[in-house]
């Protein structure tokens, strides 16, 4: 692979930094501008474009080739402008697969929710089961990071990747499918098909499903044919995961549906049952999804990875049988909450608190759904937090599931999760 026009980096993100150490380890010499929407450039050995001077670069032709990070829309109309100049725009992802992919297994496994769990454990399973495997794209490292170090890959893709993931994965999987990110992709619509570009492409690769995915018509006519479905799970081995499970730090009925699918995909890679049992074993909660902490007496649960109200769902599902203080709201993506309103009470939640903006609408329909729960709108997470502390003995845990992104009040999810810790610590503990 050789480049010979310069190359225009758009963003300046993880992404951004191992596609230059991948073009600077090409070609010493090439140009490589960089341009970011906010934030600063800061990628070593690239020439800054503003945004506002990026039409007239690309219809002067100042470079040849566009990779554009994950969180930039490719519905920019920026790339209009590219696709009438004759520039290609392509992704870290794609470029590592005109690079590495010849050779080697590719699992890709996407979903609104629970892909990097799934990815985590089928990594783990395949590498217990003495597979040579690694894990990249959310989770693991970017794409162009792993290289060529590992005879099977495993991809945790988000939307952003898999709607223009130019090459095919050995065997894909669809964890389930949600209303997300309407403000990338431009509607509902347009984010299912671009999620399920993954697999409604020709090309007979075989096709796992989550539990969630199994009964959604869209899947369903994604996936084309059904002969492409993996085969379920003996009852030996759904035996031997669900007392695996049991005894693992996998938390809640939605993991369980995670721990069955990696199985499948595991399975289906290669892996031995007693490597998957071994890997569910080794498996750690990653951050930010279910992570439990203890202060003053009280659990507190960081899930600021929820950006959906069926996230923040399953979070409440993993703790049943306790009084719960939820926090939630967030970003603006046009979620509904209708439904999640109705269900507060039967999970336990005694107190209710709703941060901007999309909280709004969950304290009003929390209120006319479920009177009883009380319900607070604070205008940020340190106020939130103070009037949970003053009514501590109306709960047993704390739940930060905000079922919506943190963008409006945080950098990302990470921030606000590690915020949620650290006020935790600071007025419970």
């Not at 600077?24 to 140009?31: E, I, S, V, Y």
């Not at 923040?312 to 009084?323: C, F, Q, V």
């Amino acid at each position: 692979m050789r480049f010979e026009e310069p190359v225009l980096l758009y963003g300046a993100g993880r992404e951004a930094s191992s596609t230059r150490a991948f073009l600077k380890a090409r070609q010493p010499d090439l140009k490589v501008f960089v341009t970011v929407d906010s934030g600063t450039a800061d990628i070593p050995e690239t020439e800054a474009i503003a945004p506002a001077d990026l039409p007239d670069a690309i219809r002067s032709h100042r470079f040849g080739l566009i990779v554009k990070s994950p969180g930039v829309s490719r519905y920019k109309d920026v790339f209009d402008i590219a696709r009438d100049a004759g520039i290609p725009v392509t992704s870290n992802l794609n470029l590592w697969g005109s690079a590495y992919r010849a050779g080697r297994t590719v699992i890709a496994i996407s979903g609104t929710k629970g892909k990097s769990t799934t990815a985590t454990l089928v990594h783990l399973m395949l590498s217990k089961s003495g597979i040579d495997a690694g894990l990249a794209g959310n989770v693991g490292v970017a794409p162009l990071e792993i290289a060529d170090r590992h005879a099977v890959v495993v991809f945790e893709l988000s939307s952003y990747q898999t709607s223009d993931m130019a090459f095919l994965p050995d065997i894909a999987a669809i964890t389930n499918l949600y209303p997300e990110h309407v403000d990338w992709h431009g509607s509902i619509d347009r984010y299912f098909k671009d999620k399920l570009h993954l697999i409604d492409r020709d090309g007979g690769f075989p096709v796992a499903l989550g539990a969630a995915a199994k009964g959604n018509a869209m899947v369903a006519a994604a996936v084309r044919d059904h002969r492409r479905l993996l085969g379920e799970l003996t009852p030996e081995q759904s035996a031997a995961i669900d007392k695996a499970v049991l005894g693992s730090r996998l938390k809640g009925a939605h993991n369980l549906d995670n721990a069955r699918l990696a199985a499948q995909i595991a399975l289906a890679a290669g892996a031995r049952l007693d490597g998957i049992v071994r890997g569910i074993a080794a498996f750690q909660p990653l951050p930010h999804r279910l992570e439990e902490h203890q202060f003053g007496g009280t659990i507190f649960v960081n899930d600021s990875i929820s950006t959906t109200p069926e996230a923040t769902k399953a979070a409440l599902a993993a703790y049943r049988g306790y009084r719960l203080a939820l926090i939630a709201g967030g970003h603006e993506r046009e979620q509904d909450y209708g439904e999640l309103s109705t269900l507060l009470a039967g999970y336990g939640v005694t107190t209710l608190v709703c941060l901007p903006v999309t909280g709004a609408r969950l304290a009003t329909a929390t209120r006319a759904a479920a009177p009883h729960i009380v319900v607070f709108a604070e205008p940020d997470l340190e106020a939130a937090m103070q009037i949970l502390h003053a009514r501590r003995c109306d709960f047993d845990a704390v739940i930060l599931s905000p079922g919506a992104p943190s963008y409006n009040q945080f950098k990302n999810f990470e921030e606000r999760g590690q915020r949620f810790i650290a006020l935790a610590q600071a007025i419970f503990g």
